[in-house]
């Protein structure tokens, strides 16, 4: 079953486990202090609309935007 799912030859579902189960180590996660960082809740709002909302949407129309068309070289 998991073979049905693959990408290049890597199996999608063991590679997202694997993401999850690394993440927080790669990150450093420090979970005795997420009551500490949590307890400001406009701090945390305010984080989550820049890393969620303002981040991405400005970095995908600022270079759509700024950048030349180009001519296709395939036609």
Do not use: F, Q
Not at 26 to 34: E, F, I, N, Q, T
Not at 54 to 70: K, L, N, V
Request: glycine residues 8%.
């Amino acid at each position: 079953m998991l073979s049905k799912v693959e990408i290049g030859g890597v199996s999608l579902p063991i590679a997202l486990g694997l993401l999850i189960m690394m993440y927080p180590v790669l990150a450093k996660v420090r979970y005795d202090k997420l009551d500490a960082v949590t307890g400001d809740k406009k701090l945390m709002i305010s984080s989550l609309v820049i890393n969620w909302l303002i981040g991405p949407s400005s970095g995908t129309t600022w270079p759509a935007a700024t950048a030349r068309p180009r001519p296709c070289s395939w036609h």
